[in-house]
């Protein structure tokens, strides 16, 4: 969405409002750590709690009923669940009783995803492996599955004992960087481990005396975690050491209320998207690309899926507005076969995301 409907009740003056519609924004902004979207419905909804016509119940009941009434048909579309588990984390950070424990952790898993994964509020029993964009392709090597408990209730004791008195901000925010970065790569869950995590960090941050409410969160939930996979990520051989700093920035500005710019191609260990990409000389992040690329495509056609809009986004990064591209280029950088790769290409053609251009041999484009 390209304007963001809780901003006027952040900014206003009346506590309960702005905090609602803190609570909202991050509930929603974070389905982007999944590349999720919530659906028009769930917004109307939303307004009308913090509005106070209706209680966060009430907003849980409708969207049941919603769903109930218009099932989605589509195998890979996420809609309902990005929308179900916003309204359960906005009940989450709306409320004030927290416990620093692991049976906390493992609730709050089943609370956001009790009825869309089985295995809610349980302990992965396999390891796992997850490419990731940012590693260009590679994986984090996470906690293995014989061991998550153990390493689990030892990072929570580890971190009830240490004292954060006499420490400088700077150390204080490194300290959690370290912490928040431990507990996501146990990644205790199979899935809605990202979530999970943010949701309890935040909730551990207000007993910690940090309000941790404004929109980092939620325009930035991407940054988070692959700020988080650079914090857990070690290739020796090419010079790529695990770091806190890009964890640390993002905390910055989320408990110092600073302005560090946020931008995930600075991550991306390759180097390249930092070296090739420099859109009218701006400072252009990944996620407001991806927004501005989704509503283009989606103002087209509703049935375009998260994995066409991302097939997107990777092209938009490698090229930005001044190179142009192939069909071959397209195959490429998305994976696609050569069909696909031509549907691909005639989709952003007709929502207008590419232009055909001339002078550079016959099928180029560029985004505009």
Known sequence: MNRDPFKEYIKQSEPDKREKGYVWQTAIGLQAVDGLQTSKYLLDTAIKNIEGDI????????????????PKT???DRTEEADKVSVRIAKVLSEHAFSFTPNEYLSIHKKLFAGIYGHAGKIRDYNITKKEWVLDGATVLYGSASELR??????????????????????VIHHLAV?????????????????????????YLRTLGFEATNDIFAENAWFFRNALVRANYNDLKNGIYETTEYLELFLRNLLLDEKNPLLNRTMHISGVFEKEVD????????ESAKVDIQNKMLSFSNKISDKTINHAVKLFLKFGKDACFGRSMVE???GLKSSAASKLIKLLLDSEVIIPVTGHGKGKYRFV
């Open 55 to 70: 209680s966060i119940d009430e907003v849980q009941e409708l969207l049941d009923m919603y769903y109930q009434e218009n």
């Open 74 to 76: 589509e195998k890979d």
């Open 150 to 171: 153990a390493t689990l209730d030892y990072d929570f004791s580890e971190e009830k004992k240490f004292r954060y008195k006499n420490l400088t901000i700077e150390e």
């Open 179 to 203: 912490f928040v970065s431990r507990l996501w790569q146990i990644h205790v869950f199979s899935e809605g481990n990202t979530r999970t995590t943010a949701v309890f960090f935040i909730k």
């Open 279 to 286: 859109i009218e000389n701006a400072e252009v992040d990944i």
């Open 332 to 334: 490429k950088i998305t």
